[in-house]
């Protein structure tokens, strides 16, 4: 409850900071029955929450830090909170085309051993009425704490139900690297290159976000190592409750 109380208290006070001149300042917390990215948890399967503050400038630049519980999942060395932090760009060319760079370092609290990684990322998106569709790659280079480097390239669609408050989206990746340390590499590859999907519905009204999500990955061997995680690595359908400042 204490890590809780710590989200909340931090996405508060970013809400209530003074809005600086032509600063765009926004936070967010949030609850989900399982943090899953690419396909595989990162909380040890169990109720995961989060909070987030972001601040943007006109001339594209965004910051952001992300902290969510991971539960002393062994996936992160037993780490009892990752926080995200996140300085990128997004530039609109004109035509509905967007594009977007980032690089994130990922900080993991508690954790038994150094586990904290970064990676680079890139994306193209385009949107038409209330349709959007996009290609990501995020590119984390060869690291210890990930035992190799590691590549993750996608594409996303995502299309607002018309006089609803839904929208429904949907995502597939693929997830490749080298590996130096084959227990370390089956952090973010618990069974080698794979594939994950997604597919989802928000219901969206005002500052408040509901989300239901189904998402797998076609793992079907984890390797034998700590970090692996080999009980969530399969289909799962998670649900996300968000409060946007």
Request: charged letters at 20%.
């Given at each position: 409850m204490k890590l809780i109380h710590i989200m909340v208290a931090a996405a508060w006070s970013a809400a209530a900071?003074?809005?600086?001149a032509q600063a765009d300042l926004g936070a967010s917390v949030e609850v989900a029955t399982d943090e899953r990215r690419r396909g595989i948890s990162w909380s040890d399967g169990e109720l995961a929450p989060a909070a987030s503050v972001r601040a943007g400038v006109p001339f594209g630049l965004d910051l952001s830090a992300r902290i969510t519980g991971t539960r002393g999942d062994p996936r992160h060395g037993g780490a009892d909170a990752v926080v995200d932090v996140t300085g990128g760009?997004?530039?609109?060319?004109g035509g509905g085309l967007r594009l977007d760079g980032f690089v994130t370092g990922h900080l993991f609290t508690g954790a038994a051993e150094a586990f904290d990684y970064v990676e680079v990322g890139a994306?193209?998106?385009y949107a038409l009425g209330p349709a959007e569709i996009g290609i990501d790659a995020r590119y984390a280079p060869d690291q210890a704490a990930?035992?190799?480097?590691?590549?993750?390239?996608?594409?996303r669609a995502r299309v607002g139900v018309p006089a609803t408050p839904f929208t429904v989206n949907a995502s597939l990746g693929r997830s490749t690297g080298s590996v130096d340390d084959w227990r370390r590499a089956a952090r973010l590859r618990p069974g080698g290159d794979y594939t994950d999907w997604s597919l989802g519905v928000d219901h969206i009204t005002g500052p408040v976000s509901l989300g239901l999500v189904y998402s797998g990955t076609d793992i079907?061997?984890?390797a034998d190592s700590p970090f692996a995680n080999a009980r969530h690595t399969g289909d799962k359908v998670t649900a996300r409750l968000a409060i946007s400042f």
């Amino acid at each position: 409850m204490k890590l809780i109380h710590i989200m909340v208290a931090a996405a508060w006070s970013a809400a209530a900071l003074p809005a600086f001149a032509q600063a765009d300042l926004g936070a967010s917390v949030e609850v989900a029955t399982d943090e899953r990215r690419r396909g595989i948890s990162w909380s040890d399967g169990e109720l995961a929450p989060a909070a987030s503050v972001r601040a943007g400038v006109p001339f594209g630049l965004d910051l952001s830090a992300r902290i969510t519980g991971t539960r002393g999942d062994p996936r992160h060395g037993g780490a009892d909170a990752v926080v995200d932090v996140t300085g990128g760009f997004a530039r609109d060319i004109g035509g509905g085309l967007r594009l977007d760079g980032f690089v994130t370092g990922h900080l993991f609290t508690g954790a038994a051993e150094a586990f904290d990684y970064v990676e680079v990322g890139a994306g193209a998106s385009y949107a038409l009425g209330p349709a959007e569709i996009g290609i990501d790659a995020r590119y984390a280079p060869d690291q210890a704490a990930i035992g190799g480097d590691n590549l993750w390239f996608g594409a996303r669609a995502r299309v607002g139900v018309p006089a609803t408050p839904f929208t429904v989206n949907a995502s597939l990746g693929r997830s490749t690297g080298s590996v130096d340390d084959w227990r370390r590499a089956a952090r973010l590859r618990p069974g080698g290159d794979y594939t994950d999907w997604s597919l989802g519905v928000d219901h969206i009204t005002g500052p408040v976000s509901l989300g239901l999500v189904y998402s797998g990955t076609d793992i079907e061997q984890v390797a034998d190592s700590p970090f692996a995680n080999a009980r969530h690595t399969g289909d799962k359908v998670t649900a996300r409750l968000a409060i946007s400042f």
